[in-house]
């Protein structure tokens, strides 16, 4: 089985600012969160975690497989997606002036600059992750647990699902939800 969740809540998501690459630490919501999920979801048999480089993912992941015996291995294609100067920025949703805005309603339109990360270079990232990684693994049996984030995470579903970039984020992330792909 392969299975996806997204990192617990920072000071960043409660702020709608973009977090990106930036490394923001979970906030006492976000621990509580992955504490809880690591309740929830106790009776989940999980091989192994791969997870985002980023101390939210890492973090969350050590939470929640917290009392089990379940490597957690990091791997850089699982960083969130780069937005470049833009990161940082607030309640984008609300500046049509900002590039990234485009990102959330037109992803297939959206257009990487000042060092932001391109949809084509996210797709490739972490399509290489599941065909190097993930695939081979489910293939033989493994139940694999990627924990990450918002843009990343939808692009692996996307990337599994065989959803068009337009669709990229029809699945809607929620932090510490634990998504079933394969």
């Not at 089990?68 to 990161?87: A, C, K």
């Not at 490739?124 to 065909?131: I, N, P």
């Amino acid at each position: 089985m392969l299975y996806i969740m997204r990192h617990g809540k920072t000071d960043w998501n409660l702020k709608h600012k973009l977090q990106g690459k930036t490394d923001v630490p979970l906030n006492e919501m976000g621990i509580e969160m992955a504490k809880e999920a690591c309740e929830k979801y106790k009776d989940v048999h999980f091989d192994v975690c791969y997870c985002s480089p980023l101390v939210r993912a890492r973090d969350t992941a050590e939470l929640v497989l917290n009392g089990r015996d379940v490597p957690i291995i990091i791997d850089e294609r699982l960083s969130e997606m780069g937005f470049g100067i833009y990161e940082g920025t607030e309640e984008v949703f609300e500046k049509p002036e900002c590039p990234v805005r485009e990102l959330f309603f037109n992803p297939a339109g959206y257009k990487a600059v000042g060092g932001a990360e391109s949809i084509e270079e996210l797709l490739e990232r972490t399509g290489s992750f599941l065909e190097e990684v993930a695939y081979p693994l489910v293939n033989e049996g493994k139940d694999v647990l990627i924990v990450g984030h918002g843009a990343m995470n939808s692009a692996i579903i996307g990337i599994v699902r065989q959803k068009p970039v337009e669709k990229l984020w029809e699945e809607g992330i929620e932090n510490c939800r634990l998504i079933k792909l394969l």
